[in-house]
């Protein structure tokens, strides 16, 4: 494989808590209902926010409101990640990002989250010392977000590589079947939300639990890793 390609929540920040708390605020605020598992999955992981706000509201918005809304729903989450000790990276990414940095590896982030979230995770989590903000792509409102495939097309050629050429880590649904439809070459399931099996079944090629094992990350980038 000669491209990494990170989703970002829930894969490299393992963050369910703090998304199911802050759109069940932000939901209930709204309309004063709880939202189910399943509409987590379907409507909001993964997910860029027009999808999951016209679901919710049960209606279209113009990208002003979209933004506006939007905000309205990150400042809830940004307050939770803030306060909380579990802000920061998965175990083991750190240590992953730096091989993949000191072998010339090209990488990047491809998220659902908009502009002010990576800014935000950039200051917080000091990504900047792996990833270039130039190169990462997130909801802008000029893509059609996933499960479509422009995401991590856009991503492959933010880096230069082949879509086919790269590896993929994702934990949500939307997310494999975005990578799934774009051609990636590998995917890789993160556990951090769904277990392995339902992982496997939706098309990842491996799966892992956290980035610990670093020795098993190197051997999924070199095609050798026993499936």
Known sequence: MKGVIFDFNGTMFFDEAFQNESWKTFIEQKIGRDISDNEFQEYVHGRNADVTLSYFLQRDFS??????????????????CIKSEDFKLADGLPRFLDEIVSRGIPHTIATA??????????EHLCLDKWFRLEDVVYND???????????????????????????????????????VQAGAGKIVGVA?????CTLI???????????????????????????
């Open 63 to 80: 990208k002003q409101e979209i933004r506006e809304l939007e905000e309205e729903k990150e400042i809830i989450y940004r307050d939770l």
């Open 113 to 122: 989250s908009a502009l002010g979230n990576v800014k935000f995770f950039f």
């Open 141 to 179: 409102g000029a893509i059609r977000g996933k499960p479509y495939p422009d995401i991590y097309l856009k991503a492959a050629e933010a880096i230069k590589v082949d879509i086919a050429d790269c590896v993929v880590f994702e934990d949500a649904k939307s997310g494999i079947e975005s990578a």
């Open 192 to 196: 951090s939300m769904l277990d392995s």
């Open 201 to 227: 079944s939706l098309g990842v090629s491996t799966t892992i639990e956290n980035y610990d094992d670093i020795d098993r990350l190197n051997r999924i980038l070199q095609c050798n890793e026993i499936l």
